[in-house]
């Protein structure tokens, strides 16, 4: 994980540090926001190169980027999953987020990606909270209860929810 104040270069730097020692970017998620960049990658080294690498990018502190490295092994058998996305449309208030994945989480549902926003509404002022998740849904859950409650919740919310 690389954070730091949005800059050019950010990336090179992290890249740069990763092929001096071998490494291959494999893959990544990266986005700036409010001036603030963060990315999470995952890259493979030689395991040799390991130590000196993850040391080489802690160095890169002094720089003003914040690295947080993390040895990830073998994840073993994964339970079986299935993938929906949840699209949310509603009047902005406090608390949305949070009511959704509390819900979810009760469920063992897990987010695998989101994506939110605030827009100014069209039509009578206010202001539109949007939001798109991808979830990962495990195959033993029981969709059609977890389907009515995401209704029961869009209701109790005043927000529309799609789930497919």
Known sequence: TVIAADQPGIIQTVSTVLKIHGGNWTQS??????????????VSLPEENTDACVAELHELESEGLTVIAHVSGETGD?????????????????GIVHEITTLLAAHK????ELETSVEGASMGGG??????????????????????????????????????
Not at 78 to 94: C, F, H, M, Q, S
Not at 109 to 112: F, L
Not at 131 to 159: F, K, R
């Open 29 to 42: 998620s990266m986005s700036s926001l409010a001036g603030q960049f963060a990315g999470i990658l995952l």
């Open 78 to 94: 994964a339970e079986k999953t299935n993938t929906y996305i949840l699209d949310l449309v509603g009047n902005d208030r406090p």
């Open 109 to 112: 549902v897990s987010v695998h």
């Open 127 to 164: 202001e539109l909270f949007k939001a798109t998740a991808q979830l990962v849904v495990p195959e033993t859950a029981d969709i059609d209860q977890l389907e009515t409650e995401l209704e029961d919740l869009a209701n109790d919310l005043m927000v529309n929810i799609r789930f497919n």
